[in-house]
């Protein structure tokens, strides 16, 4: 069953609830009070005695004052035959809560119930469930045995009298049998819960009523569900909200990622709110790398066969209806997703070292088989549509270059040139040169209607520039060859001769320093202020006096010097990079400035 791989998470957010739920100076303690409570409403049962007053227009139920005598809830059966009394506790059953918690005594007094309250006549059976959602250890288990067993075994000699244990696994299979719906989310999430999932099932992955309607939903829901002083309640209940998600999934591959969509902007939320309070960061890791992580492995290894299939993102019919750019925009989700689930385990240190290296070795040889074998048999990852693209670049950059694919990288990168040279100059090619300002409706509308819009650019370049700098990974001469075709031909618009290839204009290259607090912003939303450099096309270069590789490497220089820059958030790289692809976000070029030896020396020789 497929719901089996996330119950550890089902265990850390029903281990982490207290025994009650209740509304303490306008913050929710939530409690698996309200579990137990919907789990037998689902069951049929009736309603005897709660520990709280309904309210449906209230955050939370309201807590009841009086005296339980032991019992915390109790329900009648639908053939009112049977009565189930619920002595809840959220401690560890052990000797030292025995009594110190009141196991003892609750229970003694839950086996004692007043059974002239009316609509018991028909009680033939009374059963009294400790239900605790913490740990035991052999010695409680032990002391409740030996209580149940000099306990009567019936109540006024005619009543039935049974004692039953839910430990924490027990509650967490009859949540997994009974309550993977929506009801199971606290009070005042649960409309808006119930809302979302059947927005989910009803509408497609990237169409607008998804961007416009669903994911603003989404966005408010997970804020609301994280408001508030964090605690460990909050933080598991969102791997909860995503697991019955799924139970909403269609079996069809844009179903599936449009439920990773809905992943990755619950793990953004997530990184956010512990951004001003540390202590719940491993939490987070954890969700981030066995939730999110985890689940992008088992969608590459479902769909694999796309990257090593011939034109096997030319499917038509999924997220755009223009082919060509509907290709395009495919290929470069997917490479992506494939760039952060290979980068994300190296950022940590799970477990055995030797084992989790040969695992991250693992993962990138087999990330990098497939991204070879796509950019051979796929066109379309060879189409950066807009600017913005950069960043899926950079990934299949990142994955050879880790990989030590070099020959690899050479080959991509050359390949990659002449087929922005055709999309630059040939006129006859229906895909338009790189969108500038990574206006996706105005490439969109150039290519259905072909014509130039208004407010198409293609007229500078933070793209190109990258793709230049990542050429010093390279040996030479190779790094000189490539580094002068994209300057000489795509930039400049240069043929061999030297004379203009035709009449568009030089494209300017430009470079960006991003503000101070990039790290922290662009996980929450598009950061795209900072400062501009415009490289005047490197207006030294004049004959042979200044080689491009020369000019570059001033241009860094001058930069560093003028504008030096650092991310001090402390985020990883691959959720700073989640962030850059979900917020449309441009990366620092310092990001990979600091990955190539060449640019990263003459940085540490400062």
């Not at 009316?118 to 009680?123: F, T």
């Not at 002083?229 to 791997?239: A, Q």
């Not at 497939?370 to 950066?384: D, E, V, Y």
Request: aromatic residues 12%; contains cysteine; glycine residues 4%.
């Amino acid at each position: 069953m497929e719901l089996l791989s996330f119950k550890p998470f089902l265990i850390n957010y029903i281990g982490s609830l207290l025994e009650r739920t209740r509304l303490e100076k306008s913050d929710l303690k939530m409690g698996f009070d309200w579990l137990i409570y919907q789990i037998c409403l689902i069951k049929g049962y009736s309603p005897v005695r709660l520990p709280f007053i309904r309210q449906s227009d209230s955050i939370a139920a309201k807590t009841k004052t009086e005296a339980e005598f032991g019992i915390d809830m109790s329900f009648l059966s639908q053939s009112e035959d049977e009565l189930f009394i619920f002595v809840l506790k959220d401690e560890v059953l052990n000797n030292k809560n025995w009594t110190a918690h009141n196991f003892d005594s609750d229970i003694r007094m839950a086996a004692s119930p007043d059974m002239q309250i009316q609509d018991l006549e028909k009680v033939k059976t009374v059963n009294v469930i400790l239900t605790y959602n913490k740990d035991e250890d052999s010695n409680g288990i032990e002391l409740f045995n030996r209580l149940i067993n000099n306990l009567p075994k019936k109540i006024n000699d005619q009543i039935e009298l049974k004692f039953i244990r839910w430990n924490l696994t027990r509650i967490v299979d009859e949540v997994v049998g009974h309550l993977l719906t929506p009801e199971i989310m606290p009070q005042h999430l649960y409309g808006t819960f119930l809302y979302i999932c059947s927005q989910y099932n009803d509408f497609n992955f990237s169409s607008e009523e998804w961007n416009n309607q669903l994911i603003p939903n989404w966005k408010n829901f997970l804020k609301i569900a994280l408001s508030g002083k964090l605690d460990d309640r909050k933080v598991n209940l969102i791997p909860v909200t995503l697991i019955i998600l799924l139970k909403y999934k269609k079996d069809e591959q844009i179903s599936y990622a449009g439920w990773i969509d809905l992943i990755e902007w619950a793990m953004l939320e997530l990184w956010q709110s512990i951004q001003s309070d540390k202590i719940f960061e491993d939490k987070v890791i954890n969700i981030w790398l066995q939730f999110y992580i985890n689940e992008l492995e088992k969608y590459h290894i479902k769909y694999h066969k796309l990257y090593i299939t011939q034109h096997g993102f030319s499917s038509d019919g999924s997220f755009f209806s223009v082919s060509a750019i509907n290709h395009a925009y495919r290929i470069f989700w997917h490479i992506g997703r494939l760039g952060i689930f290979t980068m994300a385990p190296m950022e940590f240190m799970v477990g055995d070292e030797k084992k989790y290296k040969e695992l991250i070795l693992t993962v990138l040889n087999r990330s990098s088989e497939w991204l070879t074998q796509c950019l051979h048999l796929n066109p379309a990852s060879l189409r950066p549509l807009i600017d913005l693209h950069h960043v899926e670049l950079f990934l299949i950059w990142f994955i050879l270059y880790q990989s030590g694919n070099i020959k690899e990288i050479q080959l991509w990168l050359s390949e990659l040139e002449s087929r922005l040279l055709v999309r630059r100059f040939d006129k006859n090619v229906d895909i338009p040169f790189v969108e500038s300002r990574s206006n996706m409706d105005a490439l969109i509308e150039y290519v259905v209607s072909g014509e130039r819009p208004y407010n198409f650019s293609d007229r500078s370049s933070y793209l190109l520039l990258m793709i230049m700098e990542l050429c010093f990974s390279l040996d030479e001469p190779v790094r000189s060859d490539l580094m002068n075709r994209y300057y000489t031909r795509i930039v400049k618009g240069l043929g061999s001769d030297g004379k203009k290839l035709s009449d568009v204009d030089e494209i300017d290259l430009v470079s960006w320093v991003p503000p101070d607090d990039w790290g922290n912003r662009v996980i929450k939303n598009s950061v795209k202020d900072g400062i501009a450099i415009s490289t005047l096309n490197f207006n030294k270069i004049s004959g042979e006096d200044v080689s491009i590789n020369e000019a570059i490497f001033d241009l860094i220089d001058k930069m560093r010097k003028q504008f030096p820059w650092e991310d001090m958030s402390g985020l990883p790289l691959s959720v700073k990079i989640l962030g850059c692809i979900k917020n449309n976000s441009p990366l620092p070029p310092e990001i990979w400035r600091d990955m190539i030896p060449a640019l990263k020396e003459k940085k540490d020789s400062k």
